[in-house]
């Protein structure tokens, strides 16, 4: 651990879990094993990462957060405190699989002890990624617990634990904050001016909003955007359009067309204030929401969701661009019959 977030305020929405777990940190009833579970871009790790501060300063403030001067939280920020242990999927390897040997390590007793007289705080990232030796060896830490040894499995997916793991966890779930909480956050943290469509775009949240920015892709998705209604107004060759969509992964791309085409799903319904994902584009949304035949969009948007839920087609992403590109272009053209109906 490097940074110094671990002695800032705990984040809006994570106040109430913050509370739990101070509770429980000063009252002696802090588990053995803590399961914090949440969508990506919730700041799981974050709470984890006051969390494991706030046990291992030697001198916590009045709300339990850490001190940042003792030589505790020093030796944190130095990346080098003994009692502090960050394990999780091997960079370097191809697979995101975290293996045996990774939770072997901490079977040996001497990892689980703590050095310095305090707390031992051992974290685990996506601890969904485990493969089944993983969780088996893992299975058998928790069934021993050290005293005074944290165990933060920190896990997107909880469902691909398996049972005799959770079942030996306690779980905290990070939630996703309401807009009246995030919303003001963020515009304090990013210099987009529609702080509200950033949070949409990430699903409600807020880190993930954040990273959406930093990443430069808000004007990427602009860019794809444009292409979008010129194909529809036939302006833009769709094979030509896929070529530039082709720099962008599908799990991205397919995501902001789901979502284009909710919103123009939403507008086509007559509702006279539909809260849209993609506000900042409404103009152009309501323009091709008049031209567009709804029944031709509900089965374009069908296309979508399978090509995204396949996410391991070996179709390449350029031809399914194409494809749904040039279906796309034909949606708009009354004189074909409905491509969606040939299949
Ligand atoms: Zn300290």
Redesign the pocket.
Known sequence: MRTRSHVEAPLPWHETCWNTLRGAKESGHLPHALLVTGPPGVGKRRLVTLLS?SL?????DGRGL????????ELLFAGTHPDYIEIGPDLESKSSEIKVDTIRRLADSDALTAHRGGFKVIVLDSAQNMNLSAANSLLKTLEEPSPDTLLCLVCEQPGRLPATVRSRCQELRVPIPSEAQAIPWLQQHTSAADAATLLRLAHGAPLKALALENDGLLSLRARAFTGFVEVASGVRDPIAEATEWNRQAPAILLDWLAGWLSDLLRLASGHPAPVLINQDKIADLRNLAETLDPRVGHHYLMQILEARADEHSSLNSLLLYESLLVKWARSFRKSDPPIMQRG
């Open positions: 501060c291992l300063c030697a001198k916590p850490a001190c940042g001067h003792c030589r505790e939280c």
